[in-house]
């Protein structure tokens, strides 16, 4: 376990030492949407039956973080070797494909986790958020913090430059975050777009998780966990191989 250990060290104290720029900036960006759209709303939404909207949207901001910041961290590491030439220094020694992989999958939880866990207690200092079923708040968190950083691990060893990064960025995880429930309740859209919604497993996952807090949501824990599961297990799945492969590592 050596090898595995040293490469999950390593990708911690990657994001560990410049605290400023991977947390703390994140969490200041979750504040901002949390003062400007409660300031709003507050007092002209309410979602759930005896949960102020400003309790409502904080379970999305936190969830949000996690997801953006778990991407983040993997894809940023592995592109940044990539270009770098120090990627050979990862591929030379004899680390196994799991341990690779589950090297930077762990660390990517970890910076999603620390981000979501600092949007929490930072929020809780403006409104009190109830937690009905922490279970299912950390299998939440847990599950959509590896499919999101199985994401990132794909779009690092896929991307040959940062432009492409920031369009997998702009144009896949910003879109699947932002319309998934994160500031509204999918049952204040048109029939149609409900629909669609559906077909989004943020929604699930932020719903999911909001649940653990409140013991309400647009749909049941197990369904989201049905959608949830899979999705994470095949994004696991496909980074893992495409690490065992190969592809773009080996030239």
């Known amino acids: 376990m050596t090898g595995f250990l040293t490469l999950l060290k390593k990708e911690v104290l990657r994001f560990w030492k410049v605290l400023l720029q991977t947390v703390a900036a994140p969490i200041l960006t979750a504040l901002l949407y949390l003062l400007i759209f409660s300031h709003v709303l507050e007092a002209h939404v309410q979602v759930y039956p005896g949960v102020g909207y400003t309790a409502f949207l904080m379970p999305g901001l936190i969830m949000m973080s996690l997801l953006q910041n778990a991407f983040a961290n993997a894809s940023s590491s592995l592109i940044q070797s990539k270009i770098t030439g120090n990627i050979v220094f990862i591929l030379l020694p004899p680390i196994s494909h799991l341990e690779f992989f589950s090297a930077y999958l762990i660390a990517s939880m970890l910076r999603g986790l620390a981000v979501g866990f600092g949007v929490m207690v930072v929020g809780?200092?403006?409104?009190?958020?109830?937690?009905?079923?922490?279970?299912?708040?950390?299998?939440?968190?847990?599950?959509?913090?590896?499919?999101?950083?199985?994401?990132?691990?794909?779009?690092?060893?896929?991307?040959?430059?940062?432009?492409?990064?920031?369009?997998?960025?702009?144009?896949?995880?910003?879109?699947?975050?932002?319309?998934?429930?994160?500031?509204?309740?999918?049952?204040?859209?048109?029939?149609?777009?409900?629909?669609?919604?559906?077909?989004?497993?943020?929604?699930?996952?932020?719903?999911?998780?909001?649940?653990?807090?409140?013991?309400?949501?647009?749909?049941?824990?197990?369904?989201?966990?049905?959608?949830?599961?899979?999705?994470?297990?095949?994004?696991?799945?496909?980074?893992?191989?495409?690490?065992?492969?190969?592809y773009k590592l080996r030239h």
């Open 124 to 246: 809780m200092l403006f409104t009190p958020l109830p937690m009905a079923h922490p279970a299912w708040v950390l299998t939440y968190a847990l599950l959509s913090g590896a499919a999101f950083g199985a994401i990132g691990i794909l779009a690092g060893i896929w991307a040959d430059k940062f432009d492409h990064l920031s369009g997998v960025q702009n144009f896949v995880i910003m879109p699947l975050t932002f319309l998934s429930g994160v500031f509204y309740s999918i049952h204040s859209l048109p029939v149609f777009w409900q629909t669609v919604s559906h077909f989004n497993p943020v929604f699930y996952m932020i719903d999911g998780f909001r649940y653990g807090f409140f013991g309400m949501a647009d749909v049941s824990p197990w369904q989201g966990l049905a959608a949830v599961l899979p999705c994470t297990l095949v994004l696991a799945g496909a980074a893992w191989w495409m690490i065992r492969s190969g």
